[in-house]
């Protein structure tokens, strides 16, 4: 019988997505045993053409040449996952939505004229149907085995849509927000990390994208009568994950009441 084909594909990115899949030593040789790597380009030049059955694609959509290799991979493809927090959230790149992209080419390039890219860094889920979204930047290497092992058995993958807080209490990790005061996303945030950031004295900032259902208002009000200006708990929700709707809305939010003056 042939072995599943993999293609992992990557947009604008940094590459750290991929590279948590090469991280994951213990199970790839096992991974390269169970499907036929047909393109990988950050661990093979060689290519083997589609369709495949799994695509994993990293990276946002920024340029007219994005959106027409995004279709071109959906349409060679029969499950498309995305990982990390550009190819489900636009990225820290998507910075630029709330900003005048031609003034950052003009100020970046030297010769700006041969710059083709889009006003926008979105989601690929923005521009073609996806089956899988796996949030985290980077995403957790373990959590990317669990997706890929669960579509070979035919199952659905079990990851964690629960907030960080809960990972918090399994380790007995002392409350940073509770016992300091001090801001932490982590309420809102979606697990997968074991609450790196608490368990080192610091507030979550929310690399892994919003957890299920996350109450945004109620965060952010706790941190306003926590003393933090509104316009730090705006930048906050605009950091890798801030185009993702739920920060996004939020953000917006509280910018516009900000700038009306409430
Ligand atoms: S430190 Fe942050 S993530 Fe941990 S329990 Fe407190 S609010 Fe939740
Ligand atoms: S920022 Fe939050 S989600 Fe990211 S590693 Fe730290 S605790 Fe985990």
């Given at each position: 019988m042939s072995k599943p084909k993999l293609g992992v594909f990557k947009f604008a990115s940094c590459?750290?997505?991929?590279?948590?899949?090469?991280?994951?030593e213990d199970q790839l040789l096992e991974l390269a045993g169970a499907v036929e790597i047909g393109y990988f380009l950050e661990a093979t030049s060689k290519?083997?053409?589609g369709p495949y059955d799994i695509a994993l694609v990293e990276g946002s959509i920024t340029t007219p040449h994005d959106v027409e290799r995004i279709q071109q991979v959906r349409r060679d493809c029969k499950f498309?996952?995305?990982?990390g927090a550009c190819a489900t959230a636009?990225?820290?790149?998507?910075?630029?939505?709330?900003?005048?992209c031609d003034e950052f080419v003009q100020a970046v390039y030297a010769s700006p004229q041969f710059i083709s890219t889009l006003a926008t860094s979105t989601a690929i889920a923005d521009h073609v149907s996806v089956d899988f979204e796996l949030r985290g930047c980077p995403i957790n290497q373990y959590q990317l085995i669990e997706v890929i092992?669960?579509?070979l058995a035919g199952r659905r993958p079990r990851t964690r849509v629960h907030s960080v807080c809960l990972e918090c209490k399994r380790r007995g990790t002392v409350c940073v927000m509770v016992a300091q005061g001090t801001a932490c996303l982590g309420p809102v945030t979606q697990a997968g990390c074991n609450a790196i950031c608490p368990s080192f004295n610091r507030g979550c900032y929310g690399c892994h994208g919003p957890a299920a259902q996350p109450n945004l208002v109620s965060i952010t009000n706790q941190f306003a009568s926590d003393g933090v200006p509104k316009e730090q708990i705006v930048r906050s929700l605009r950091s890798f994950n801030g185009y993702a709707p739920e920060f996004r809305v939020e953000g917006d939010r509280?910018?516009?009441?900000?700038?009306?003056?409430e």
């Open positions: 590459d750290g997505c991929q590279l948590s899949l090469l991280s994951a290519i083997a053409p498309l996952i995305t990982i636009g990225g820290i790149q998507a910075l630029r939505n709330w900003a005048d092992g669960s579509l509280l910018d516009a009441s900000q700038e009306s003056g």
